[in-house]
Structure formats: C-alpha cells, structure tokens
C-alpha cells in the first residue's frame, strides 16, 4: 500500500501527508475486514487518493467493482477526469494490470435516441402554460439538442455546455419505467445508457451519484454493478439526497398528464373518470392550506382514494405488454404505464401515511401552494410525500450488505461522529462525545423509517486532521455586540458591519446568507456605497459568477445555500467569509418539523437532533470556503450574536474548525486590512 501511494502521489505532482497515509491505512482496513469507516479529513488532505489507491488495489486484486459515490458533479469530474487517468497509468504497471473505470449516472440523465427520433408523446403537451416568447426559446434549445445528439459520444447531458432547461431535456430523455429496454428498441445496440451500463459493468470502479444510489436501494431492480465495497465520499450531504429521491410527488397536472398518455390506449370513459379525479383533485389543493398535513381531510382523502383507485383501473385497462408490438405503439404505453403506476404508488404512499399514530409515522406530507411570479403561478399546487428518516433504509440496503466508507471535509458535528452516524442509522459508538454532541444524536436511534430490529453493524470514525494550521491562518470573528436576527430582513446593524468588514478586506469577501431574499437585500442597498465590486447569485449563472469573483481580487460575492457549499476560491480573492446568521432550517420545513417531532417523541431533543446539527453542518461547510490553499489566511466573520451567547452555541463552534477567536470588531478590522495590505504588496499606512 505504501508503494502504491506514492506513486499515487507522485503522478499528480503531490507530497504525501500524513493524514493521507493514516486515512489509506484505514481504508485498506475497513476493506479487509468488513467494517464501516466514517473518515473526516479537511481539505488538502488528499482524501481522493487515500480512499481511491486501497480501493483499486482491492478491485484488482479480487476481480470486483468498487463504486464511488459523489454528491456534485465537480467531485465526480475531477475523480474521471483528472485523477483516475493518472492512477491508472501510474498503478497499472506496479498492478499488472490496466485499470478500468467508468461513470454511470440514471437513466434520465443521458440522450434517448428513440425519444430524438420520435417526438414526445402528443398526449404529453397538453395546454400549455408558456408564452409565445418562451415557447421559441424551449423550440431553439430542443433544435440544439438534436444537433447535439448527432455529434455527442456519451449522450451525458453534463457534457452538454451550456446546459437546457429541465422542460428542454424532458423533450430527448426518458426515466427506466418509460424506457422500452434494450432488446425492444429500435436504437437498443447505441442506447447511451446501455452503454454507460455496459463500460460500468466492465469496470474495476465505477463513480456515480448520491441519487443513483439510493434508486439501487429503493428500486426492485439492479441499477449498479454488483460490488462488495462502497465508498461514498461527501458523505455529510447522503441523508439528503437520499431522501430527495425517497420523496414521491402528486398535482392535479401528473393526474391530467397521465390520462392524456393512456387516452387513446384504452376506453374513453376510463380515461374520462381519471381526467374528472385531475379537475376534483386540482380544485381541493387549491383551497388547501400549504405547509405540512398531519391530518387527512374526508374530502381529500376520498380524492386521492379515487385517484387511486381510476389509475389502477387504467393500467388494468392497458393490459400486459405486447412483445411484437410497434416500437411506436409500446413507448406510448409504456410511458402511460409510467405514469399510472407512479400515479397509483404515489396517492397509496400518501393514504398510508396519515394511518399511524403521529409518533410512529414513517413518512410526512405537506402541500406546496404555487409561487406566482408576474401574475401567475409558475407550477400548479402539489402534495409531497417523504420518509422522516432514512437510517432505516441505509442500514439494510447499504450497512448489512457491504462495505461502506463514508468521507468528507465535515463530519463531526460538536466534535462527534454520533449526530450524523446515527443519522445514517449507524449504531452509537462507545466515544468519549460532550454533552451537546450526544443529545444531538438522542432520539435518532429508532427512528420512523426504522423497523424491526437491529442487526449487528460494526464501524469506527477516524478523524485524520488537516494540513492547515488553522490558528495561526484564520480567524473566527462572532459579532457579539450586533442584536438577534429578526424576521424582517437585514437589520441596520448588519448592513453597517458587513460594510465596514469588506471595505477593511478590499473586496475580496464571500458573503453567505440564510436567504436569497437577504442576499439581494443587502447587495441592493450596499452595491452603491462599496469602494469595490460586488456580485449576487441570480445576476448570472453560477459558475460565471464564481470564476469572475476568483479572477477579480477586489469583487465580492453574495448569495446562499449553492454557495455554502460550492465553492473552491483559493488564494487573496477570499480573505473574508461572511454569514448572515446561524442557519437553522426554516420553523416550517415540513421535513425538518416532522423529524424533530418525531425524535421528540422517542425521547430526544428535537432541535439538537436536527436544526442544531443542520445548522452545524452548513456553518462547517460555509467556514471551510476560507482555507483552500496552503498559503491561504483569512476572516470567518459570523454576524449572529447566538453563536457567542446560546446554550447551544458551543456545539456550533466545535464543529467548526479551530481557528484562532474573537469577537472584537476592532481586532478584525486591522487583521483584514493587514491581510488587504499583504496581498496588494503595498506598505499600510
């Protein structure tokens, strides 16, 4: 192993540290011996490399696959694009062998050839709610799509730059249910994902997304190579996204949609009763308050009873597919099978979920009422439907049968493992964790998706440091003198401290806000009486705004969540991360309220076990934005005054890194200026 780290490390150009060496000493353990291992390692640590060189080595050595789990799209270009290429041709001759790896993503996220070539369904249109001028712009990006799909090699819509909108892409892709399979399609032998599939299949370790593993656990079908190791690297952000997909969804336009689809497939007075259960279904939403439901109405109960019960008719109405049916005539009721089904799973989920008693419920319902923008709604009003925890689903899908390394910058959250292993329904270790640690995991043990009992689950957290002497680099600055947040924007205060902050840093601050609404705020009312540039999320894309931020050192940056967590701006750019306020989940998070009510009632603390620990996680991320570079020094500046003077505000610090503390604005202010000066070369007057 040590042999083939350093070459690891020496086909990119690196030094070897220690925190690399003892997490790839771990990692070969954890394979070896069956174990889980949680692995926190900060940046610059090199943790790709430490968990890629043991895991290739295992895959080579047994002949298996290895899949890696990401939860961005950057992680998994840099693992495809730029380091797997270097192992494999600095590993393959020490290995003997040629290493084979692969991307694979979900079905909906590469080309239909079939789709391209026929057209969406008729039935799919339906009235349209766009505008002339918007219909032009999908009609140009659809055009372009097609010119793409004669010209691309993956048919990976990531590749495609810059991308379309979902409307545009729904155009040229399809889910697996509405898929034809590859034996039936006309395009089956050069079927993008077929592909994708097929290299996956052939391949010592195949990268892949948070979501597409949680369709291979949730689904009844294989979806990922067979593998006896997982690793799943930002791993702080897997309960999410696995309860993104877990998350089931149902308007009065997926009921219209689906009757549209099986109209001329079966008889007109089925199709009839289903399009009168859309019109019933859509009006009662509509008088329906938004927010979560933890009481079923008789009236919409009824309804989705009907909504049920008229799509199952329709699929009986469909009858069995037909093997010698027209390519043409079998992607149309496939799709409206699709939808049928979905549309039945969907409103059964919903019923069940209001059976329980409220203590032992396993999923949460709430309604989203539409957001209307110039006058009209920009999507119908709908239920949704999620699990409340999903310890329960990743311990039996994931923890019993395989090896799972989990891995990222934060995962310690008040100095333990515990809050987030317990999340992911890991059992609690025997570590010497604070008061405030353990009773943000107190309560998570058994939680609503958990049932039966537990099987035995072994794994160890191993906290590997990092390279950065955070002390001595940065700065952890709590704004004690400034009043409590309120809830009606950015008070005067905050307006005034954050100016006097940037105008000391010279620009180059990140600013992070709870909100979009007060990250416009404050860029609207400062943008004037900067002496530098700044830039808000939503004046351009992204990723445009990120790059002109890192190539302009005076320009500073607004914005939220994507930001909190999205951006790598090393060098004096960033010398200044700014938060609003300790961001703490919204009191009406229909899933938040519904997991910290249900922890409550087994016992926990409910705002420990989950807006504390959100709050934790999302300050960690936010502070590690600072340090990206060896030579980095900087401010994390956070404007609310709880951190300093909450019970709680002790488990928020220990999750953040160690920098040196202070809540003297004066003492902040002539570390940037000094920092502006550094930077600049220029002498301080």
């Not at 195949?206 to 979501?211: E, G, R």
């Not at 032992?360 to 539409?370: A, G, H, I, M, Q």
């Not at 709604?377 to 049968?401: D, K, N, Q, S, Y």
């Not at 090896?403 to 992911?424: D, H, K, N, V």
Request: hydrophobic share 40%; proline share 5%; aromatic share 4%.
């Amino acid at each position: 192993m040590a042999t083939l780290l350093a070459a690891a490390v020496s086909s990119i150009g690196g030094a070897e540290r220690p925190g690399q060496v003892t997490m790839a000493q771990a990692v070969e353990k954890a394979i070896a011996s069956g174990e889980h291992v949680a692995a926190q390692a900060g940046t610059g640590t090199g943790k790709s490399l430490a968990y890629l060189v043991p895991a290739i080595r295992h895959a080579v050595e047994k002949q298996t696959t290895v899949v890696v789990s990401t939860a961005t799209i950057a992680l998994q270009r840099q693992l495809v694009d730029r380091d797997l290429p270097r192992l494999a041709e600095a590993l393959g001759p020490l290995l003997g062998t040629e290493l084979k790896f692969a991307i694979l993503k979900g079905r909906r996220n590469y080309l239909c050839l079939h789709r391209v070539q026929t057209g969406v369904p008729e039935e799919d249109e339906g009235p349209s709610l766009f505008d002339p001028q918007q219909l032009s712009n999908l009609g140009r990006q659809v055009k372009r799509l097609n010119e793409w799909a004669e010209e691309t090699k993956t048919g990976d819509r990531d590749e495609l730059v810059p991308g379309v909108s979902e409307q545009a892409w729904r155009q040229v892709a399809v889910t697996a249910r509405e898929c034809l399979g590859a034996q039936r399609c006309p395009h089956g032998t050069q079927c993008f994902s077929e592909l994708a599939r097929a290299e996956a299949g052939e391949a010592h370790i195949v990268v892949t997304n948070h979501a597409l593993l949680a369709i291979d656990a949730l689904e009844e079908f294989q979806v990922l190579p067979e593998h006896d190791v997982v690793v799943v690297d930002e791993a702080h952000e897997l309960v999410d996204r696995v309860t993104s997909v877990a998350t089931g969804d149902l308007s009065a336009a997926a009921v219209e949609t689906a009757a549209r689809r099986c109209g001329r497939l079966i008889e007109e007075s089925t199709a009839d009763r289903l399009k009168e259960a859309a019109e019933g279904l859509g009006l009662l939403l509509e008088d329906s308050q938004a927010g979560r439901m933890d009481v079923l109405s008789p009236a919409l109960g009824n309804t989705l009873a009907v909504v049920r019960d008229v799509a199952h008719a329709c699929v009986t109405a469909l009858g069995p597919e037909k093997k010698d049916a027209d390519p043409g005539d079998m992607a149309a009721r496939k799709a409206a099978r699709s939808s049928l089904e979905e549309l039945h799973d969907t409103a059964v989920r919903v019923l069940d979920a209001f059976k329980p008693e409220m203590a032992e419920r396993f999923d949460v319902v709430w309604l989203e009422k539409p957001f209307v923008q110039d006058g009209r709604p920009r999507r119908p009003p709908a239920l949704h439907v999620a699990p409340i925890g999903v310890g329960g689903l990743l311990r039996t899908t994931l923890f019993e049968r395989r090896t799972a390394i989990l891995t990222s910058a934060t995962l310690t959250l008040g100095g333990s493992f515990e809050p987030l292993a317990r999340q992911w329904g890991l059992p609690s270790l025997a570590e010497n964790s604070s008061k405030d640690a353990r009773t943000a995991a107190e309560g998570l043990a058994r939680t609503a998706t958990e049932k039966g009992e537990e099987s035995e689950v072994v794994w160890s957290g191993l906290d590997v440091g990092s390279p950065f002497d955070h002390p001595k680099a940065g700065i952890l600055y709590v704004a004690r003198h400034l009043p409590q947040p309120g809830r009606d924007g950015l008070a005067d205060a905050y307006l005034t401290e954050i100016t006097e902050l940037i105008e000391s840093a010279g620009g180059r601050t990140l600013g992070l806000f709870s909100s979009m609404r007060a990250a416009r705020q404050a860029a609207d009312e400062l943008k004037d009486h900067l002496s530098h540039p700044l830039l808000c999320q939503g004046d351009d894309s992204t990723s445009l705004l990120v790059k002109q931020f890192a190539e302009d050192e005076r320009t500073s940056l607004f914005g939220t969540l994507s930001l909190w967590q999205g951006v790598d701006v090393p060098g004096p750019s960033l010398q200044l991360v700014i938060m609003d306020r300790i961001p703490f989940p919204r009191p009406d998070d229909p899933v938040s309220s519904a997991r910290s009510r249900a922890v409550a009632a087994r016992g926990g603390n409910g705002f420990m076990a989950v807006a504390a620990t959100h709050a934790a996680l999302l300050l960690a991320q936010g502070a590690g934005r600072l340090l990206r570079s060896m030579d980095d020094r900087g401010v994390v500046a956070v404007l609310d005054p709880r951190l300093a003077t909450a019970r709680y505000g002790g488990f928020l610090k220990n999750t953040l890194p160690p920098f040196w503390a202070t809540t003297d604005p004066d003492v902040v202010r002539g570390a940037l200026r000094r920092l502006d000066a550094a930077a600049t070369d220029q002498p301080q007057s």
